[in-house]
């Protein structure tokens, strides 16, 4: 098409999508012809016909298209979309499959919708371009659900890698006394406020955490018969319990047992106690 077919409402045919932008307008490109593109991620796809890309030559990461590349371009205002502007730079460069839901449903109506440009019907054009911005709108609105679900997903593998080390720094550290929230979040470089985030998602506290932790350290040491001839309040004193009184009351709570009666029982040679 060597010139851009009279705009109904919001839409126009574009011989292709031109070096400089206009900020009012975004361009949706429809492969006519396979070709290979070079996202704004840097990464090389080729793309089939029926295929989508959203551009905006305004854009220095715009997708970089090969010399054989052939396809119908739809020039679109943006005010039209019912999107912002931030959402719709969100969507710039993203290439959607034009045989898969929704990009098939969105490139067969465009594909028709080009057809019926070559001899325009000012009222049957009207018609279809109002339909056509509704699909692209919600296009749109699906490629932004999708990226903010794969966000989502991507920051709670990250949140488990993230516990996961914290809780192994935890496990190294339990008898170090000003073991505590602050140190922690300093060692890896995020708030205290993140930090408790981090724990309540997992359904506990850091503190609670903590306590438990060492709990289970001072338990395993009070069990082991060489622990015979030492203290509960020295085992207590070594993982981060210095009040004897605390730790005796705490350790019941959690065990069903003082500490002197589980070390009793773990060294008396009838057998490990178990925990209640």
Same mark, same amino acid.
């Given at each position: 098409?060597?010139?851009?077919?009279?705009?109904?409402?919001?839409?126009?045919?574009?011989?292709?999508?031109?070096?400089?932008?206009?900020?009012?307008?975004?361009?949706?490109?429809?492969?006519?012809? =396979?070709?290979? %593109?070079?996202?704004?991620?840097?990464?090389? $796809?080729?793309?089939?016909?029926?295929?989508? %890309? &959203?551009?905006?030559? !305004?854009?220095?990461?715009?997708?970089? &298209?090969?010399?054989?590349?052939?396809?119908?371009?739809?020039?679109?205002?943006?005010?039209?979309?019912? $999107?912002?502007?931030?959402?719709?730079?969100?969507?710039?460069?993203?290439? %959607?499959?034009?045989?898969?839901?929704?990009?098939? @449903?969105?490139?067969?109506?465009?594909?028709?919708?080009?057809?019926?440009?070559?001899?325009?019907?000012? @009222?049957?054009?009207?018609?279809?371009?109002?339909?056509? @911005?509704?699909?692209?709108?919600?296009?749109?609105?699906?490629?932004?659900?999708?990226?903010? !679900?794969?966000?989502?997903?991507?920051?709670?593998?990250?949140?488990?890698? @993230?516990?996961?080390?914290?809780? !192994?720094?935890?496990?190294?550290?339990?008898?170090?006394?000003?073991?505590?929230?602050?140190?922690?979040?300093?060692?890896?470089?995020?708030? $205290?406020?993140?930090?408790?985030?981090?724990?309540?998602?997992?359904?506990? =506290?850091?503190?609670?955490?903590?306590?438990?932790?060492?709990?289970?350290?001072?338990?395993?040491?009070?069990?082991?018969?060489?622990?015979?001839?030492?203290?509960?309040?020295? %085992?207590?004193?070594?993982?981060?319990?210095?009040?004897?009184?605390?730790?005796?009351?705490? &350790?019941?709570?959690?065990?069903?047992?003082?500490?002197?009666?589980?070390?009793?029982?773990?060294?008396?040679?009838?057998?490990?106690?178990?925990?209640?």
């Amino acid at each position: 098409m060597n010139k851009p077919t009279p705009p109904y409402g919001g839409i126009a045919i574009v011989p292709a999508v031109p070096e400089e932008g206009d900020e009012e307008f975004l361009y949706l490109g429809m492969i006519v012809r =396979t070709s290979a %593109v070079t996202t704004r991620e840097g990464e090389q $796809v080729v793309l089939e016909p029926k295929d989508l %890309v &959203f551009c905006d030559p !305004a854009r220095r990461d715009e997708p970089q &298209f090969d010399h054989d590349c052939r396809m119908t371009v739809f020039r679109i205002a943006r005010r039209h979309l019912g $999107v912002s502007a931030s959402d719709l730079d969100r969507v710039l460069g993203a290439t %959607v499959p034009g045989r898969e839901h929704p990009g098939a @449903l969105v490139s067969d109506f465009l594909a028709a919708f080009a057809a019926e440009a070559r001899s325009p019907r000012p @009222l049957i054009g009207d018609r279809l371009t109002r339909s056509a @911005l509704d699909l692209v709108a919600v296009l749109v609105m699906e490629l932004l659900e999708t990226e903010t !679900a794969q966000e989502a997903s991507r920051a709670e593998r990250a949140g488990h890698e @993230l516990l996961s080390r914290i809780r !192994a720094y935890i496990d190294r550290r339990l008898t170090e006394p000003d073991l505590s929230p602050g140190s922690i979040a300093r060692a890896h470089h995020i708030s $205290v406020r993140y930090l408790h985030k981090l724990f309540q998602n997992d359904g506990t =506290t850091v503190g609670r955490w903590v306590r438990q932790r060492r709990l289970d350290s001072c338990r395993r040491e009070l069990s082991r018969t060489r622990s015979r001839g030492i203290t509960v309040a020295a %085992v207590a004193n070594r993982w981060g319990f210095p009040s004897p009184a605390h730790f005796s009351r705490t &350790f019941r709570e959690a065990y069903g047992m003082t500490p002197s009666q589980w070390q009793a029982l773990a060294t008396s040679g009838t057998g490990s106690p178990t925990a209640h």
